[in-house]
């Protein structure tokens, strides 16, 4: 049985209820009781005698999606999309699904692109990442061959956890104690343990003794080695029967089980079901997946703070960057990312593994797909992993074909930890003068060949994040209007180093380079002097020049003139000559370290032509008053 399937039936209903209001056709009936093929069938002799109501045309759609038509399903979803709004966010992933394994990529980007306005800038950057890595094959490297363990049954087997040197697992193989779930037609859900060996061989299944029994479900565990606890969830109940909420449905609480044998619930909702627990020992949080009313699309991950197990707030979601129209489940936190399973649309197939860098708190970069191998076609999902002397060790549960039941447990190994290496970059752009945040600014990458990778803009606030497959060598750029054109080039370490903060772009506005000065606007400069009688340069004129050469780079389109003037003493000749010396010296100076030779216009040398004081041939000043005339001028000609 498919994962979905089983998230699906977890939530109860009461025999005879249907969650449909009014009065229910046949293909109704059959809809709401699971029976999917009979539903078709109905609905097909239904239509044939009258136009269906847009619900039932839905429903008809969500019938050929659970038994795989996606043809049908794509054609019937996107008719329905076409006529009005009841389509459910999780229908429009299931349309998108639909699309994906029946058209082009293409055809589903150019789908997706038309309801852009609609979405989040999430999850198009979600998908357009995954489209583009999938569709060039990055992540062949990935490939990893998956063994299937000797304990699967022909049952329901998944939700593998680590548990000191055994693993837990979720089974539906019958026990005497348990009772059929008739949704599923297979026993209710049980935790099982077998012992593991580092070479990945298994020992005989047992029953997992140190949870209370329940008549009813107990399903995916989680162990915390830290404070030696176990995390599950299972069927909520009241002296050894069920309880319901008003409309007759039973859901999943989570549950914990302290070392001394003391169970506590820690999550309980008769309206909502919570899945698969994680608990992250160095945040002291516990993460989940569920259905509340806040969900983005079906089940989505959360998170409550906890202190010794009591939980200390309200369920947090993790956001657009994680959550999707789809399913999420599995949340699983190993070396600073946090791997989940989704069957969002732009996944290879039903469920899929993905890996999401943890960039700060609360802090998500785009969730990569771990590529074929961890994924299949099918439903891939309850991702574990831990490093071992040689490796890496992991399981996940797949009902991937040739396996021996509805969801098999696999292992596998690995030299590396999987999943595509990925270059992340979060921070803010400002105003270099006022550290006033700049909206709307563009920013680029590209790799060392100046071939673009990615271009996004600032939002409102400034800010700003991206994220890309690994380059060697990046050049981040940036730039808006009035403003410099930042650049700058990362490589090796330095691309690590400049992940781990927020990083901040510094432009400029040309205002704040040039001053007013005789009339003409100039690039600010300390004032300097050459050598008496001399144009050679000094380390005090090249510090200045820099700064030229540092506003050229930030602005290159400006333009620039050199002038360089002479006070009186010695002849008119002789320092006409050398000024303009001087001036020559100058702008060789500055082409030589990359100012373009077309942003210089002219290099003039004036001698003593515009003396600025009295201070002229004949005239006895002091020298502080010669000093006044003898100057340089870099004029910036153009806007």
Known sequence: MKVKEYIFLLLIFLPGLMVSQGKNSKGDNYFYGYQYGKAIAEYQKERQKGPLSN?????????????????????????????????????????????SKTSSKDRVQTFLRSKSPLLSNELMDNAEFNFEILGKGALDANKVTLVNLSLNTAQTDFSPAFY??????????????????????????????????????????NLFDMIPDSKFHKSTPYYSEENN???????????????????????LALGMLY?????????????????????????????????????????DLYYVATNNGQVMSAPVNLGPRINSPGNEIAPYIFDGSLYFSSDVFYGLGGMDVYKSRIQGRDIYGVPVNLGEGINSKEDDFGFIIRKGNDGYT??????????????????????????????????????ASTNLSIPKAQIRILDKQGNLLKELYSDENGDFSFEIPWQEEIVLQSGKGEFSAFSRTYSGSELDEIQKNPYTIDLLQLEDLVEE??????????????????????????????????????????????????????SSASNQKLSQQRSDVIRDYLVSKGVPAETILESVGYGEENIKNNCTNGVYCLDFLHKQNERTLIEVVNN
């Not at 999987?418 to 400002?430: D, E, S, Y």
């Open 259 to 299: 070392n001394s044998g003391q169970f506590r619930f820690l999550l309980k909702n008769l309206s909502t079901s919570f899945y698969y627990p994680f608990y992250d020992d160095s945040t002291d949080r516990l993460y989940f997946a569920a259905n509340f009313d806040d969900s983005y699309g079906g089940t």
């Open 164 to 205: 000191k040197n055994k693993l837990l697992f979720s089974s539906s193989r019958p026990l005497k104690s348990k009772g059929l779930y008739e949704p599923s037609g297979e026993s209710y859900l049980d935790i099982y343990e077998v012992s593991i060996s580092d070479n990945g061989k298994t020992g005989t299944v």
């Open 394 to 431: 992991g399981y996940l549960a797949s009902n991937r074909p040739g396996g021996k039941g509805g969801d098999d447990i696999y292992s596998f190994r690995m030299e590396s930890i999987p999943g595509l290496k990925t270059f992340a970059l979060r921070g803010n752009v400002v105003d």
């Open 517 to 570: 000065t005789e009339g003409k606007r100039v690039v600010k400069l300390r004032k300097f002097y050459f050598p008496k009688g001399k144009s050679n340069l000094t380390s005090e004129i090249t510090m200045e020049l820099d700064k030229v050469v540092e506003a050229v780079q930030n602005f290159p389109d400006v333009r620039l003139r050199i002038e360089t003037h002479t006070d009186s003493r010695g």
């Open 55 to 99: 619900s039932q045309l839905l429903n008809l759609a969500d019938s050929y999606f659970k038994v795989g038509n996606y043809k049908n399903a794509s054609e019937l979803y996107q008719e329905v999309n076409k006529n009005d709004t009841i389509m459910t966010v999780h229908q429009f992933n299931q349309l998108l699904q639909s699309l």
């Open 229 to 251: 606890r176990i995390f599950y969830i299972l069927s909520n109940s009241e002296e050894g029967e069920m309880t319901y909420d008003e409309n007759g449905k039973n859901s």
